[in-house]
């Protein structure tokens, strides 16, 4: 019993298997009979499911330091590049969605470590954990997308009301927004409100869109005018004060485009990094809600270390992603 | 180091062929039988695999992701030098990524196949990073005219800013 034992160690287990006869070929005098094992030879040290896992990883390793690397290099080639706050990025949020994976990944860890240990309902129960974990991470993302959603903030051009500068382009765009029926229906309704039925915030934002429509109606506009426009709009937010409101923020429904230097650019980059790595928070929920079908016994070790080390790559890229998104 | 590891987990692996998963109870008298083959195997596996050891590394992870929190505090006293914030961050996501990689893939314990499969990735990731320069990186050291027309530029971010300061300084200019 000892000796099948230490044989087949070298080889993973699958060695217990008929199909290693054909897998290294020597030896096929069929010796087994005669109550020896057959020695198989792996390539690498380590066994099927953690070589391909980790190949792959090797290929995600490439993948995402493409996305990163070009990341970097338009970030810092660039002649401008919007602070976080410009474009309304919360730093403890992001720091919270890092302590989130963290834990998930020493939940992960954990039910490796209780499924090795033959305990396979407390395996079931750290899986679970993570698989909550990995949502709530998911859902702290989505609440931050729909909050760059609400500031015109959008990867695409069509939707996106985001204007690099507060050029003529810039003017003919809120002009036409300002022109649309729909609005022109709500802009006379607001002049008709008396004053005594607005809030002094609404009062004053009254007052700043006239502004703005006077502006934007001018023939002759000077960019400075148009920068005017542009803050009264959406000012850039500045470090201490995020609360700052402009025109789009006291009337939602004006939806009104907004300047931020570089930040269609940052846009781009920010959904494309930030999407592909939820998608891999995806498809490492559904690995969990997979093996949570299952019993979560050794014999399952081999495939939750597998996920395992999926889920802490995921949570490598986000390492790296929270500090260059959030802080940089 | 490697062939004791190998063999404690082939032993686990087998156990649970040769009971099914209905040894939950039972599972650790197996464990004694091949006591004699793989007991200093099995005590490695507890040492690498011990539960203190993934909590302590946890707690290192949060107090380094407080660390690179703390460059946005205002108590970050390089707040003017942008750079040194970043090199300290990307120093502290190297330690949190050589944590992660060394004790939660467990690649602190495994064979030289590591390097087979990590060097190399880590390698054409930077060389991917470094070609991407010439022609994104330094795009807007050669760029035409009118492109220049249309990008923002650090102007446009100095006219924006002048014009938040005066609405500031005169909040009435709107009547």
């Given at each position: 019993m000892?000796?099948s034992?230490?044989?087949t160690?070298?080889?993973?287990?699958?060695?217990?298997?008929d199909?290693?006869?054909g897998d290294?070929?020597?030896?096929p005098?069929g010796?087994?009979s005669?109550?020896?094992v057959?020695?198989?030879q792996?390539?690498?040290?380590?066994?099927?499911?953690?070589l391909?896992?980790w190949?792959f990883?090797?290929?995600?390793?490439?993948?995402?330091?493409a996305?990163?690397?070009?990341?970097v290099?338009?970030r810092f080639g660039a002649?401008v590049?919007?602070?976080?706050?410009h474009?309304?990025?919360s730093e403890?949020i992001?720091?919270?969605?890092?302590?989130v994976?963290?834990?998930?990944?020493v939940?992960?860890v954990?039910s490796?470590e209780?499924?090795?240990?033959?305990?396979a309902s407390?395996a079931?129960?750290?899986?679970?954990a993570?698989l909550?974990?990995g949502?709530?991470?998911?859902?702290v993302k989505g609440?931050?997308?729909?909050?760059k959603?609400?500031?015109?903030?959008?990867?695409?051009s069509?939707?996106?009301r985001v204007?690099?500068?507060?050029?003529?382009y810039?003017?003919?765009?809120?002009r036409a927004?300002?022109g649309e029926?729909?609005?022109?229906?709500r802009?006379?309704k607001?002049?008709?409100?008396?004053e005594?039925?607005l809030?002094?915030?609404q009062?004053?934002?009254?007052?700043?869109?006239?502004q703005v429509?006077?502006i934007?109606?001018n023939?002759?506009?000077?960019?400075?005018d148009l920068?005017v426009v542009?803050?009264q709009?959406?000012?850039?937010a500045?470090?201490?004060?995020?609360?700052?409101?402009?025109?789009?923020?006291?009337f939602?429904?004006?939806?009104l485009?907004?300047?931020?230097?570089?930040?269609t650019?940052w846009?781009?980059?920010?959904f494309?990094?930030?999407?592909?790595?939820?998608?891999?928070?995806v498809?490492g929920l559904?690995?969990f809600?997979?093996?949570l079908?299952?019993?979560l016994?050794?014999?399952r070790?081999g495939?939750?270390?597998?996920a395992?080390?999926?889920?802490?790559?995921?949570?490598l890229?986000?390492?790296?992603?929270?500090?260059?998104?959030?802080?940089? | 180091m490697?062939?004791?590891d190998e063999t404690?987990r082939?032993?686990t692996?087998e156990?649970?062929?040769?009971?099914?998963p209905f040894t939950?109870?039972s599972?650790?008298?197996v464990h004694a039988k091949?006591?004699?083959?793989?007991?200093p195997?099995?005590?490695?596996e507890?040492q690498?695999?011990?539960?203190?050891?993934?909590?302590l590394v946890f707690?290192a992870?949060?107090i380094?992701?407080?660390?690179?929190f703390?460059?946005y505090?205002?108590?970050?006293?390089w707040r003017?030098?942008?750079h040194?914030?970043?090199?300290?961050?990307?120093?502290v996501?190297c330690?949190?990524?050589?944590?992660?990689?060394l004790?939660?893939?467990?690649?602190?314990?495994?064979?030289?196949?590591?390097?087979?499969?990590t060097?190399?990735?880590?390698?054409?990731a930077?060389?991917l990073?470094i070609?991407l320069?010439p022609d994104?990186?330094?795009?807007?050291?050669?760029?035409?005219?009118e492109?220049?027309?249309?990008?923002a530029?650090?102007?446009?971010?100095?006219?924006?800013?002048k014009a938040?300061?005066?609405?500031e300084?005169h909040?009435?200019?709107?009547h």
């Amino acid at each position: 019993m000892n000796a099948s034992t230490t044989l087949t160690g070298s080889g993973h287990g699958i060695s217990s298997h008929d199909d290693s006869h054909g897998d290294n070929g020597n030896d096929p005098s069929g010796h087994s009979s005669h109550g020896l094992v057959l020695q198989y030879q792996p390539g690498l040290p380590l066994s099927r499911g953690k070589l391909i896992i980790w190949l792959f990883l090797s290929t995600e390793i490439m993948f995402f330091a493409a996305l990163l690397g070009s990341y970097v290099v338009l970030r810092f080639g660039a002649l401008v590049w919007p602070k976080p706050h410009h474009v309304h990025l919360s730093e403890p949020i992001g720091a919270f969605n890092t302590f989130v994976l963290i834990c998930s990944s020493v939940t992960i860890v954990l039910s490796l470590e209780a499924a090795k240990g033959n305990r396979a309902s407390r395996a079931k129960l750290w899986m679970l954990a993570t698989l909550l974990l990995g949502s709530l991470f998911l859902g702290v993302k989505g609440y931050e997308y729909s909050a760059k959603f609400s500031h015109g903030i959008y990867p695409w051009s069509p939707r996106s009301r985001v204007f690099e500068k507060p050029d003529l382009y810039y003017g003919s765009a809120v002009r036409a927004r300002l022109g649309e029926p729909e609005i022109i229906e709500r802009l006379k309704k607001l002049d008709e409100t008396p004053e005594n039925q607005l809030t002094t915030e609404q009062l004053r934002a009254r007052t700043s869109l006239s502004q703005v429509r006077k502006i934007v109606l001018n023939t002759d506009q000077q960019p400075f005018d148009l920068a005017v426009v542009a803050d009264q709009i959406m000012p850039l937010a500045t470090e201490t004060g995020h609360g700052e409101s402009g025109l789009n923020d006291t009337f939602t429904w004006l939806q009104l485009p907004a300047v931020i230097p570089g930040g269609t650019m940052w846009a781009s980059t920010y959904f494309l990094l930030t999407g592909f790595h939820a998608v891999h928070v995806v498809v490492g929920l559904i690995v969990f809600v997979i093996l949570l079908t299952m019993t979560l016994g050794p014999k399952r070790a081999g495939t939750i270390e597998a996920a395992g080390l999926y889920w802490h790559f995921v949570d490598l890229v986000w390492i790296f992603l929270f500090p260059l998104l959030y802080l940089f | 180091m490697q062939t004791h590891d190998e063999t404690s987990r082939a032993s686990t692996s087998e156990d649970s062929q040769g009971h099914g998963p209905f040894t939950s109870s039972s599972g650790q008298p197996v464990h004694a039988k091949h006591s004699e083959d793989n007991s200093p195997a099995h005590s490695e596996e507890h040492q690498h695999g011990g539960i203190a050891k993934y909590m302590l590394v946890f707690f290192a992870l949060c107090i380094l992701t407080t660390m690179s929190f703390f460059t946005y505090s205002p108590y970050w006293p390089w707040r003017d030098q942008p750079h040194v914030g970043w090199i300290f961050m990307m120093a502290v996501s190297c330690t949190k990524a050589l944590l992660v990689v060394l004790f939660f893939m467990h690649v602190l314990w495994e064979a030289n196949w590591k390097y087979v499969l990590t060097i190399p990735a880590a390698m054409m990731a930077v060389f991917l990073a470094i070609m991407l320069i010439p022609d994104i990186g330094l795009r807007s050291r050669m760029v035409s005219q009118e492109r220049l027309l249309h990008m923002a530029r650090p102007s446009d971010e100095r006219l924006l800013e002048k014009a938040h300061a005066q609405r500031e300084e005169h909040p009435t200019t709107a009547h």
